[in-house]
């Protein structure tokens, strides 16, 4: 999990982690430490008009308020960690026969050519294993990941960072850096006490869901421990919660966000109370949005995604066996949706959180506020799985 990623570039220590996602851009910095400690946890709105499928169409546009926001921020790294975006990432566990390392990289891009819907010169493909050949018979079979990316979402991710005077590193996946964010909620008990703070964790031979849910794009990562087991996309994201208010409202999408960050719950109101993003204050509502009247509207969108969550927990039990979720984890900006956790808890009968990715760094000192930390979490997994990349990794 921590070693599999995208090594397109030598990398360089003390890159910080730059998220570009549909709707913003985020900034994570860290200064190297047992455990690393968090410097800067920043974001700004992306232009409007500058993403197309997860994709960069304005990378001038978008280098020129990142640079604002790392000159807004003071701060001067050279070297990023970025990911490309989860519509553009492609990964599979597949089976190889036992053989050296340094033979595996030409078997690997023949055996991944059949899984990939791109030919394979026209993408950046990486691998990590799942076994240690030393520990497989000589006949045997050993466990691959292997994760590609059309070369051309790669150069786009790449222009960026360079166009606002940072050098890339490494370009990552964004189901990998969520993984290596949220360690200290997957294996906390397992980890030496430096690495982490706090004691929310998951037995190492527990099955984990962590459900990433960005603006435009979600994925699904089924861990146990360090292995995982299944990474894969699916069709609803933050954005179709908003979308389905705009609609129902006929507002624009800036006022239908508003109306969902106010107003939304994905709990029946009178089940709503007390969540993990604080409690629902009817007293500021017009009638218009009543929490009740916008469930109704989102409710479609929430029943989509657990189907979503339940197709992709089918697809791995055809392919592997039958599987015991232990505990899920959601993380990213849709998880900041009021009521979330317990609503895909209720409908799916086991027990679901919002990741705490701030676990194995220490925040004392941060340039932040420890409520804006607290309050944005989600939305900081990837950047800061990025960062940690940058710092651990390097």
């Known amino acids: 999990m921590s070693s599999m990623l995208q090594r397109l570039f030598n990398s360089r220590p003390s890159a910080i982690g730059v998220e570009i996602g549909t709707s913003t851009i985020k900034v994570v910095a860290l200064r190297p430490g047992a455990p690393p400690i968090l410097q800067h946890a920043v974001m700004a709105p992306t232009p409007i008009g500058s993403m197309r499928d997860g994709l960069v169409i304005e990378p001038q546009a978008v280098a020129n308020e990142l640079r604002g926001l790392l000159a807004q921020h003071g701060i001067t790294a050279r070297y990023a960690v970025t990911a490309v975006p989860n519509q553009s990432a492609v990964t599979r566990n597949i089976m190889v026969p036992r053989m050296d390392r340094k033979d595996l990289q030409e078997a690997i891009k023949w055996e991944a050519e059949r899984y990939l819907p791109y030919p394979i010169d026209e993408v950046n493909l990486d691998f990590d294993l799942q076994d240690d050949p030393s520990t497989i018979p000589e006949d045997g079979q050993m466990e691959a990941v292997i994760a590609a990316s059309p070369s051309e979402a790669v150069a786009r991710q790449v222009e960026v960072l360079r166009?606002?005077?940072?050098?890339?590193?490494?370009?990552?996946?964004?189901?990998?850096?969520?993984?290596?964010?949220?360690?200290?909620?997957?294996?906390?008990?397992?980890?030496?006490?430096?690495?982490?703070?706090?004691?929310?964790?998951?037995?190492?031979?527990e099955i984990a869901l962590v459900l990433e849910m960005g603006a435009s794009s979600s994925v699904i990562s089924l861990v146990r421990g360090d292995r995982i087991l299944m990474i894969r996309n699916i069709s609803v994201a933050a954005?179709?919660?908003?979308?389905?208010?705009?609609?129902?409202?006929?507002?624009?999408?800036?006022?239908?966000?508003?109306?969902?960050?106010?107003?939304?719950?994905?709990?029946?109101?009178?089940?709503?109370?007390?969540?993990?993003?604080?409690?629902?204050?009817?007293?500021?509502?017009?009638?218009?949005?009543?929490?009740?009247?916008?469930?109704?509207?989102?409710?479609?969108?929430?029943?989509?995604?657990?189907?979503?969550?339940?197709?992709?927990?089918?697809?791995?039990?055809?392919?592997?066996?039958?599987?015991?979720?232990?505990?899920?984890?959601?993380?990213?900006?849709?998880?900041?949706?009021?009521?979330?956790?317990?609503?895909?808890?209720?409908?799916?009968?086991?027990?679901?959180?919002?990741?705490?990715?701030?676990?194995?760094?220490?925040?004392?000192?941060?340039?932040?506020?420890?409520?804006?930390?607290?309050?944005?979490?989600?939305?900081?997994?990837?950047?800061?799985?990025?960062?940690?990349?940058?710092?651990?990794?390097?």
């Open 239 to 394: 954005d179709d919660f908003t979308t389905a208010l705009q609609k129902a409202f006929d507002l624009d999408f800036s006022a239908a966000e508003e109306v969902k960050l106010n107003y939304a719950t994905a709990t029946t109101p009178s089940d709503a109370g007390t969540t993990d993003h604080g409690q629902v204050n009817l007293s500021q509502t017009r009638e218009q949005y009543s929490p009740a009247r916008v469930f109704e509207v989102i409710r479609p969108v929430l029943g989509d995604l657990v189907t979503e969550v339940r197709r992709s927990l089918d697809f791995y039990r055809v392919q592997s066996g039958d599987v015991v979720i232990d505990r899920t984890y959601i993380a990213g900006g849709g998880a900041k949706l009021r009521g979330l956790a317990p609503a895909i808890s209720n409908q799916l009968g086991f027990r679901v959180e919002v990741g705490s990715p701030w676990l194995t760094v220490q925040t004392e000192g941060a340039n932040v506020d420890t409520g804006y930390l607290q309050s944005n979490a989600p939305e900081f997994t990837v950047p800061l799985g990025l960062a940690l990349r940058g710092v651990l990794h390097g």
């Open 163 to 205: 166009l606002a005077g940072l050098e890339p590193t490494v370009v990552d996946l964004k189901s990998f850096s969520a993984l290596r964010a949220l360690r200290g909620n997957l294996l906390g008990k397992h980890l030496t006490k430096q690495t982490l703070i706090g004691n929310n964790y998951t037995e190492a031979n």
